[in-house]
C-alpha cells in the first residue's frame, strides 16, 4: 500500500472502509460518497473462520450443561448454531438467549422460533445487561466468541461473578491485501485492533504520510497510536456516534 508524500495534499478524495461491503445501498457511506463526490471503497482485513467439531471437543465443554447463552455478534450466533449441528445437538426449546443488541436478538430468527424463546436483549454492552442478569443469575452462561474475544464483556461477567463459560466458536483471521499494495487512498477507516495488525501484517512497512486514519472506538485508536500511526478522525464522540458523521465533519474542513 502506497502513501503519497506531497504535504500540499489534503483534501478527502477516496477513502478505504476496512468492513465488508455493505448488503445494502442505503449505506450512509454511499450517501456521504454522493454528497461530497468521492470514492468509497470496502475491504474487510480480517475474515472469521469457523473451530471445527473435532477441535471444540478437545475444550471438552458439554454443551448440555448450560441454560443459557450470551450473544456479543452475529458471528456468534452463526456459529453457536453450527457447533450443535455439527455436534448433533439439539438445542432445548428453554434455552435462555441473552443479547448485546436487539439487532442480534432479531438476528435469531433465523434459527429459531423468536416469539416462542426466552430471548433478552440490551442496547450495546454486556453492561447494558446488567439488571436482566441480575434476575436470572443463577444461570450456567454459555459464552460463544472468538479467539479474540471482546475484553470489556469477558470483565464484566466476571467482575460480576456470574457462572459462565467461554468457548472458542471461531477464529479471526488476517486477510490476503496483496493487491491493495500499489493502491493510496486518502482516508483508511479502521473498526478494530485486528484490523490494525491485518494492515501491518500484510504490509510491515507501512507509513501514514498524508493518508488519514480514522479509528472507531477506544480500543482501535489504542492500537493505532501503539503502531505508531496518528489518528485524525476518531469516532464515536460526544454529538458523533458514528464514523460516517465524523468523517463528514472532517471532509466539511479538509475539502474546503
Known sequence: MQEKNDSRIRKV??????????????????????KHNLKVDFRSFIHVEGVPARDFRKDKINLGDFTA??????????????ICEEM?????????????????????QKYIQYRKRKIFFGKQTAA???EVLKKHANEKFLYPCSDVATEDTMKFLEKSGYDFTPA?????????????????????????????Q???????????????????????????????????IAA??????????AIENYIKTSNK
Open 13 to 34: 478524495k477516496s477513502i478505504l472502509v476496512t468492513l465488508p461491503k455493505p448488503e445494502s445501498e442505503k449505506s450512509p457511506y454511499y450517501d456521504l460518497a454522493k
Open 88 to 108: 448433533r445437538y439439539d438445542v432445548p426449546v428453554d434455552l435462555k438467549y441473552f443479547c448485546l443488541s436487539e439487532t442480534i436478538a432479531l438476528y435469531l
Open 128 to 130: 447494558d445487561l446488567a
Open 69 to 82: 447463552v450470551i450473544f456479543t455478534s452475529r458471528n456468534a450466533a452463526d456459529h453457536f448454531f453450527r
Open 198 to 232: 491485518s494492515l501491518f501484517k500484510n504490509f510491515p512497512d507501512f507509513k501514514q504520510n498524508n493518508t488519514r486514519i480514522a479509528a472507531f472506538g477506544i480500543n482501535t485508536s489504542k492500537a493505532c497510536v501503539d503502531m505508531g500511526l496518528i489518528v485524525d
Open 168 to 196: 472458542v466458536l471461531f477464529k479471526t483471521v488476517v486477510s490476503d491485501l496483496s493487491d491493495l499494495a500499489e493502491v493510496f487512498y486518502d482516508v483508511i477507516a479502521f473498526f478494530s485492533p485486528s484490523s490494525i
Open 236 to 245: 464515536p464522540t460526544p454529538g458523533v456516534p458514528s464514523m460516517t458523521m
